[in-house]
């Protein structure tokens, strides 16, 4: 329910925000953009190669060949350079058997569902206020997550079915259903959970705003999370575009394996980001490298600690990303 603030500090009135219709909105990205696997496959070869990234393709073979789990966390990036359709495919593959990203991550999903079209034009929007204040994303989403936790689900899993066209609370129409990650992950089984902050996303600035209803959703999905990190040993763990939020997440979740007596051992790890990292810079309080998250403990202490293998796979993810795919493909991706 909207925020109601009884205590002695001064606290934005949310009642007061002025929002337009999305059909309005200007738009950087359009189902039209998408890369479909068809494209990845019909380029002559890869546009990328490195030993790192044909080592995580072996790892993610082997893995779901003997059943192991493989998580792919991804930040919002991944859905806004059009990757949707690969991810679904994957899926579809069974190639991965869980995948994580932030509130924004399925802003996106759900906006390309919903118009064909996400991504707004931020600085054009900020300097007169309107940045994420179209009426219909914040409103669907935050009532979503209030039918979804009232009915004891996940944000993800509560997605996917109003995405897929069942009330959450009330049925939507989605023209674009078929590009959702939500809605697939629904369709095939597959988890795709919501792991949201308070104040980092367009859905939190509106009247309609349900912060008990988000994080609640949200550490629904987060347990589910936690679930599939009890099955990861020898499994892989995947982290695309995400420095902070999905590597802590991540690290919290086999963890809490470790502790009820499932580690995750022998588990091999992947961060896919375009910075350089120095070596040795995880153990440098000096060093850039020690304060980004995904190199830290994606590459390093998560498989350190459990006697696996952590890479790190270095690139533009507009080219990383279709050579994993390609690559898996390529390998047999049943």
């Not at 779901?64 to 991804?74: K, N, P, S």
């Not at 924004?104 to 900020?126: K, Q, R, Y």
């Not at 998250?293 to 006697?307: C, L």
């Amino acid at each position: 329910m909207p925020i109601e603030y009884r205590g002695r500090y001064r606290c934005f009135d949310f009642d007061s925000v002025r929002t337009y219709p999305v059909s309005e909105r200007r738009n950087k990205v359009s189902v039209g953009d998408l890369i479909r696997p068809e494209d990845v496959l019909a380029e002559p070869e890869a546009r990328f190669r490195s030993p790192e990234l044909a080592a995580v393709v072996e790892a993610v073979t082997a893995a779901r060949a003997e059943g192991r789990a493989v998580v792919l966390f991804t930040g919002a990036h991944m859905v806004k350079n059009g990757f949707g359709p690969l991810i679904v495919d994957l899926m579809e593959r069974s190639l991965v058997t869980l995948v994580g990203t932030n509130a924004a991550g399925l802003t996106h999903d759900l906006e390309l569902a919903l118009i064909g079209e996400t991504s707004e034009i931020v600085p054009n929007a900020l300097p007169e206020g309107s940045f994420g204040m179209c009426r219909e994303t914040p409103l669907l989403m935050n009532r979503c997550f209030r039918a979804g936790l009232d009915a004891g689900l996940g944000a993800g899993e509560a997605l996917g079915m109003l995405i897929s066209g069942e009330p959450m609370p009330e049925t939507v129409e989605f023209p674009h259903a078929d590009v959702s990650i939500a809605a697939a992950g629904l369709r095939l089984g597959v988890p795709v959970t919501v792991h949201a902050a308070i104040g980092t996303d367009i859905i939190d600035q509106h009247p309609c705003f349900d912060p008990a209803a988000k994080g609640g959703a949200s550490g629904i999905d987060f347990g589910i999370l936690a679930a599939e990190a009890c099955d990861l040993e020898g499994g892989v763990i995947l982290n695309v575009g995400s420095s902070v939020q999905g590597p802590e997440v991540i690290l919290k979740a086999v963890n809490m394996a470790a502790n009820v007596g499932s580690p995750p051992t022998g588990l091999v790890t992947a961060s896919f980001d375009i910075r350089p990292v120095e070596a040795g810079g995880v153990e440098n309080e000096r060093s850039h490298t020690y304060y980004f998250r995904d190199h830290k403990s994606i590459v390093n202490r998560i498989p350190e600690a459990f006697g696996g293998r952590g890479y790190y796979v270095q690139g533009d993810h507009l080219q990383t990303v279709p050579a994993l795919y390609r690559g898996l493909i390529e390998a047999g991706g049943r």
